[in-house]
């Protein structure tokens, strides 16, 4: 079929990085099948709904999203996947709009393809042009599931227990996404630590990146999501390569001893605090960004002080705070100690001041320096075209040029702009 006369297909997602992995996954399925894919919502002929139920909130932006789907894509074929309908269950989501809803496991990013294009790709709804949007970062899934027992998470009982992906089929999805155009990959999983321990024999991540190191040549390679535990020596060697970037997810969620053992968590304040002195001991200026919760049941004022205080002993790049929301089938949801409404807005208020605080004091001690970008997208700032892109330590950047289309350019980082600095060509600025 000619490029010029694919139907459209639109994938919207919600939620976490996991989620835009399997979106990629399924965009490359209905590409096959005939479609064009786009990422906005549009008249498309057909409309895959990613979802998420991670909070109440998520819940509440999934049912917006598929009922908007609905109200403005009569005619279109509707598929809702991701977490939403594990936690409503399939009838409630199919009387929003759905047509087809997918299992979160069991090939459900390949059953969406099949209901998709199994009657054939319809012919209306046609594209008038070449896509234009640029893939310049692309999302892959190492592994999904989880085997903890978090007091708070739902996640376990909407994505199951942990199963990875052999190295193999990780390193040529990398392949193929490279092929396409990608100069960055994201490694991801639901525990993305966890990779390979349900293997026999087991293997762990160390093994995982050393087979991308050796499988692929990309030019920038990024783990998204790890906990404490997972920060070992053996981890951390090969991040001298330079296509691994100095960027470390590592969640938090607590900085109170007391609130994490509540929580369920399997490590410390003190394991913590350790894995963040690896990191920075053994990547020169690396970002670490985090995720907290704010109001947990039980959380004391001395228990969120705490939290305040390690943020600011750990110098986060970026912090994700998350208002603590109770999730029916978890044992947080069930404790008699739940706080007030107001008592985790005002705690959440205060997380996210000094969240801001901590990520500008990160970009500012960033400034005068020239670090490589990744020039990702234009868009408008007060009116001006602009180009947006992400430095390897993952500091946004927003500079004024012409041809930076997904290339890595060194870039002199300037004053704070938004979530990010202001850039300017290396020779410029220099003292």
Known sequence: MPAMARPIAAVLTLGCKLNLADSEEVAR????????????????????????????????????????VRRACPEAKVAVMGCFPATVGPESVRTLGADFVAPTRDGGRDAVVAFLSGSGVPTGRQETGPSTRLHTRAFVRA???????????????????EVSRPA???????????????????????????????????SSPPALIAALLAGIDVSRIRFSSLQPQDITPELLAPWDDPRLMPHFHLALQSGSERTL??????????????AAERIGAAVPEVAITTDVIAGFPGETDDDF?????LCREVGF?????????????TAAARMGTQLPPAVIRERMSRLLLLGTELSEQFRRRAAGSVRPVLWEEE???????????????????????EGLANRILPVRLGALLRDGVVGSPPGEGAQ
Request: aromatic content about 8%; glycine content about 10%.
């Open 305 to 309: 002080e705490e939290t305040l205080a």
């Open 29 to 68: 399925g209905l590409r096959r099948a005939g479609y064009s894919v786009v990422d906005h919502l549009c008249d498309a002929a057909a409309v895959v709904v990613n979802t998420c139920s991670v909070t109440h909130v998520a819940d509440q932006k999934s049912r917006r999203l598929i009922r908007s």
């Open 379 to 401: 868009r408008s700032i007060d009116g001006a075209r602009v180009w947006m892109g992400h430095t390897d330590n993952y500091i946004p950047v927003y500079m004024q040029g």
């Open 261 to 274: 053992r509540a929580m369920r968590r399997r490590y410390g304040v003190n394991d913590f605090r350790g």
């Open 168 to 202: 193999q089929e990780v390193v040529a999805e990398v392949q193929e996404a490279v092929a396409g155009g990608a100069r960055e990959v994201v490694i991801t999983g639901t525990q993305l630590g966890a990779w390979g321990r349900d293997f026999l024999p087991p």
């Open 143 to 161: 592994q999904e599931g989880c085997n903890d027992v978090c007091a708070f998470c739902i996640v376990p009982r909407t994505r199951g227990l």
């Open 317 to 329: 790049a970026r912090i994700h705070a998350f208002p603590y929301s109770a999730r029916s089938h």
